[in-house]
Every structure is written in structure tokens, then in C-alpha cells.
């Protein structure tokens, strides 16, 4: 198979991911474009990039969401590659057939291999052939309300709204009766279509509180599959994941093989190749089921990178060129534990309510075993345009109790003034008995911080107040002030918990 030597890689993203992807590249001696929209001209991974080119206005859709604008400046700037990320294009089969017709590499799976198994739909279908159990739903989009309303009722509320074209919670709702149909089909199709530029919704039976727990895979183009073991990511606040750790506690030998036997065999039937990762949700009986498959890198990967000492950006690129895997499964070792916290800028006492301004002070934890990936630096201005994602800080400990305590221990150095943000939340969250047994689910949050939701916003009303944040900062671009309430040590600090 003909192999081609990537030196220049366009990052079509922002953030903490561009910079991940900018570090290996530049161990790897790989020249790096970065671009960036009209609000992060400033953003440290523009100045991090060998080179860095405007996009476009704020609005996703016209800047990190502009597919064409992006292959013009990966032309432009004679790129050989583009590395999608995650989150805005990593998942468009279009994108990534555009970035192959224009003669680029594009680190990820094929097109076919996204419509395949990025579709969420088509790969519920393929897993029901591999004889893997689905969550029982649909395999097609829903296509009216009137049709949403007949599937609920079969199914019985309540019911997962999902997005066809991408996952990290975007396009998803819970809908418990037939009254909430009608909105919160509209909403996911719309915040859908926001994010994945793909408004596809359907529809799957919502399993309360289970345990949320991913496999992450690699795969060549030589018919190598291996899997680098499982990630639990069951504490979740709005079904987007807060704390991941490796390995799953939930899990003994025997389940884990079949897990990650399951993973391999469906990625081998579906002919995918480069990173993935397969999510399985588990019931109280330690039933698995197949939930979706990311044809993209995760934001957890470092949780794995931690445990098993290889760079997963740095594969993703050797199988992109062409090459086999640098190892095999047996080659693995898996040590010790690893387990990260996300790092937002939200209230999490006001229901998690995103926070924008500027960051008057940021100084981030250090020591043996510790790892910050991170977008911003002091003076960055948080916006209301993205996810509120500022950092994620991992931890590793030769045992789960020692990388709890060492995470611990950083979160409590962690300085971030200037927006309010969620460290102390993380805090008691690792803190909190049941994760300290770790026995917890994905209801984790909703049982034992229960005062989070009392007021519990709804959802438009938190869009509106998100495109009013927005008209603010257009109007206050250059007086934007700090907002000093997001004192770092806010009460979660000294929660008690039972």
C-alpha cells in the first residue's frame, strides 16, 4: 500500500485540541496551520501554530464550520493534511470527502467510514448484525413530530432524543411525556444542526441511570485493529461528561474482555481505519449495550495516553500516511489508573449556566503525574461563540486512590480568577464518598447535588440568555470587563457530603 510523508497539517479547530495536535506535530517535526475566527485572533494556539489564518466572523457556521474557507487555506498554504479535532467538522463525512477530492490527507476515517459509523443510525444497524445488543430505538431519523410521538409511545417515555451526525450531548433531550414532545424535538434538531451542520434526530428508549463506559480503538489500513483499553464516563451534567478515569471500576476481567472483543469485531465489519471510540452503556446487571461510535479523537484520550504511554495524535497521523500501527495488542501494557476533570467556564450552582469574560489569573498545577491540556493563558477572553471547555487536568497514580489524590491535590493548587468555573465542583465530586468507592452512574450528579436543579433552567430560556451574552460582548468588544465572580474557591469547596 503506497505510503506519503504528511509535513504539513492544517488543524481545523481551536482551543486546547488545536494545541494537543500543534505539540505532536511539532515533536514530529510536522509544520503546523492553525486558524482561528475573528474572536480568537488573539487565542494562544494562533501564536503556538508555525502559521495561522483568519476564517471568518465568530459564528461557527461561518468561520470553524466553513468547510470550503477551510480547504481554500489548506491549498493556500500548500498543507498536505487536516486534522479535524473533535466537536465542529471531525465528523462530516462531506468534509472529509472534500478534503480527499482536493487531493489532502484527512486524519481520520474515510468519508464512508463516518456515514457508516459516525451516522449514529447506521451504526445501530450494523452493530444489530454483529449480533451486539443496541438500546432499543430507531435506526432511521424520525421525520415528524406525529412520527416521534408513535415510536415514544411503543418504546414508552421516557425517551433519548439524539443527534444523527455527532455526539458530546449536542442535539440530545430527554423527553418523559408526550407534551414534551413537539419543543424538544425542534430544539435537538436545531442545536443539531448547530454543531453538525446536520439536523438528523432519532430516537432510543432512555435507560435510567447507567453506567456510561467506552472502548478506544486503532486501526490501519492493513487490517490491524487494537483496542487500548476501556474509559468510565458516567459523572455527566446535561448528558456531557464532567470526570472520566481508566479503568472502569464497574468492570471485572471477563466483562472487559467481552466488551473490548465487541468493540474490535465491529470495527473490523465496518472496515474502519484510525481512531475511534465505540460507547457502551451498562445496566444494573452488567448488561452492555452499544450505544454509538465517534469517528473522531475523544476529549478523554489523554485518560488512555496516561495508562498506555503512546500518542494517539501521533498514530493517528502514521495510519493517515499510510503506515501500520507501531504496535501491536500485545504490546500494550496497561499501568496504573489515569483520570481526568474538565475544566469549564459555568456556574455550577445555577445549574451549570456558561460564564463568559476575561481570565484575570490563571496559574495551573504541576508535579509528577499531572497533565494540563489547556486553550487559554491569563488575559483570554472566554466568549459565549463555544463551548465553555477552559482545560483538562489528568492525573496518573500507580493505584485509582493515589491518581485521586494527586487529582485532588492539584485541583485545590488550580487558580483560575476572572469567570466563574466548575474547579471546586470537580473537587468535591472526586471527594464525594460513592466516587471514592467508585460506585456511582451517570446519576451521579442529579442524586447527590440535587440543590444544582431545584431552579433548574429551561432550556430556551438558557439559549436566549446565550444569544444575549453574545450581543453583549459585540457591543463591548473593546471595553470588555472582568468579571471577577468567579472566585476559584467558591462554597463546593466546603460541601458536605453523606
Known amino acids: 500500500m503506497e505510503t506519503k510523508s504528511i509535513k504539513k497539517i492544517l488543524i481545523a479547530n481551536r482551543g486546547e485540541i488545536a494545541i494537543r495536535i500543534i505539540k505532536t506535530c511539532k515533536e514530529l517535526g510536522i509544520a503546523a496551520v492553525a486558524v482561528y475566527s475573528d474572536v480568537d485572533h488573539y487565542s494562544p494556539h494562533t501564536r503556538y501554530a508555525d502559521e495561522s489564518y483568519n476564517i471568518g466572523a465568530a459564528p461557527a457556521k461561518l468561520s470553524y464550520l466553513n468547510a470550503e474557507k477551510i480547504i481554500e487555506i489548506a491549498l493556500q498554504t500548500k498543507t498536505d493534511a487536516i486534522h479535524p479535532g473533535y466537536g465542529f467538522l471531525s465528523e462530516n463525512a462531506d468534509f472529509a470527502q472534500l478534503v480527499e477530492e482536493n487531493g489532502l490527507i484527512f486524519i481520520g476515517p474515510k468519508a464512508q467510514s463516518i456515514k457508516l459509523m459516525g451516522d449514529k443510525t447506521a451504526a445501530r444497524d450494523l452493530a444489530i448484525k454483529a449480533g451486539i445488543p443496541i438500546v432499543p430505538g430507531t435506526t432511521k431519523p424520525v421525520k415528524s413530530v406525529a412520527e416521534a410521538q408513535q415510536i415514544a409511545d411503543e418504546l414508552g417515555f421516557p425517551v433519548l432524543l439524539k443527534a444523527a451526525g455527532g455526539g458530546g450531548g449536542k442535539g440530545m433531550r430527554i423527553i418523559s411525556s408526550p407534551n414534551e414532545m413537539e419543543n424538544g424535538l425542534q430544539t435537538a434538531k436545531s442545536e443539531a444542526l448547530s454543531a453538525f ?268 440568555a446565550i444569544i444575549g451574552s453574545i450581543a453583549t460582548y459585540l457591543s463591548q468588544q473593546k471595553k470588555i470587563r472582568i468579571n471577577t465572580a468567579g472566585d476559584s474557591h467558591s462554597r463546593w469547596k466546603n460541601k458536605q457530603v453523606d
Open 197 to 464: 451542520k446536520d439536523n438528523r434526530v432519532y430516537i432510543e428508549k432512555y435507560i435510567t441511570n447507567p453506567r456510561h463506559i467506552e472502548v478506544q480503538i486503532l486501526a490501519d489500513q492493513y487490517g490491524n485493529v487494537i483496542h487500548l483499553g476501556e474509559r468510565e464516563c458516567s459523572i455527566q451534567r446535561r448528558h456531557q461528561k464532567i470526570i472520566e478515569e481508566s479503568p472502569s471500576t464497574y468492570l471485572d476481567g471477563s466483562i472487559r474482555e467481552q466488551l473490548t472483543q465487541a468493540a474490535i469485531s465491529l470495527v473490523k465489519m465496518s472496515g474502519y481505519t484510525n481512531a475511534g471510540t465505540l460507547e457502551f452503556i451498562f445496566d444494573q446487571n452488567k448488561k452492555f449495550y452499544f450505544l454509538e461510535m465517534n469517528t473522531r479523537l475523544q476529549v478523554e484520550h489523554p485518560v488512555t495516553e496516561m495508562r498506555v504511554g503512546f500518542d494517539l495524535v501521533a498514530e493517528q497521523i502514521r495510519i493517515a500516511e499510510g503506515k501500520k500501527l507501531s504496535f501491536t495488542q500485545e504490546d500494550i501494557n496497561f499501568i496504573g489508573n489515569s483520570i481526568e476533570c474538565r475544566i469549564y467556564a459555568e456556574d455550577p450552582s445555577n445549574n451549570f449556566f456558561p460564564s463568559t469574560g476575561k481570565i484575570a489569573e490563571l496559574k495551573v498545577p504541576s508535579g509528577f503525574g499531572i497533565r494540563d491540556d489547556r486553550g487559554v493563558e491569563t488575559g483570554s477572553i472566554v466568549t459565549a461563540y463555544y463551548d465553555p471547555l477552559i482545560s483538562k487536568l489528568i492525573s496518573w497514580g500507580r493505584t485509582r486512590e493515589e491518581a485521586r489524590k494527586r487529582l485532588s491535590a492539584a485541583l485545590s493548587d488550580y487558580i483560575l480568577y476572572g469567570i466563574i468555573n466548575n474547579i471546586d465542583f470537580c473537587h468535591s465530586i472526586i471527594n464525594h464518598p460513592q466516587f471514592v468507592k467508585g460506585e456511582y452512574d451517570t446519576g451521579f450528579i442529579h442524586k447527590y447535588f440535587e440543590d444544582i436543579y431545584k431552579n433548574d433552567i429551561p432550556e430556551n430560556i438558557i439559549q436566549s
